[in-house]
């Protein structure tokens, strides 16, 4: 699923349900679930103007049969 641009992103419910996390120079926006601590959606470092969401969270949309999941070494991320 590709980035979604901040302008058509809309939380529709559950903000109330909703923890940021940020570090660093606290440009990325980090968003969990403060019951289940699922990861919900983020604002993009690289790109603030963008939100990467967990395909998970929305309703209506299957996983693709063809997602896989790569590794990220978080020491060395730009």
């Known amino acids: ?33 403060a019951n289940c601590g699922v990861y919900t959606h983020h604002r993009r470092r690289r790109d603030p103007g963008q939100y990467s969401i967990n395909i998970e969270c929305l309703d209506d949309q299957p996983m693709p049969e063809s997602a896989s999941i790569g590794w990220v070494n978080g020491l060395e991320h730009e």
């Open 1 to 33: 699923m590709k980035p979604v641009p901040v302008a058509d992103f809309a939380l529709l419910a559950g903000a109330e349900h909703l923890s940021l996390y940020q570090w660093n120079k606290r440009i990325a926006e980090h968003f969990f679930c």
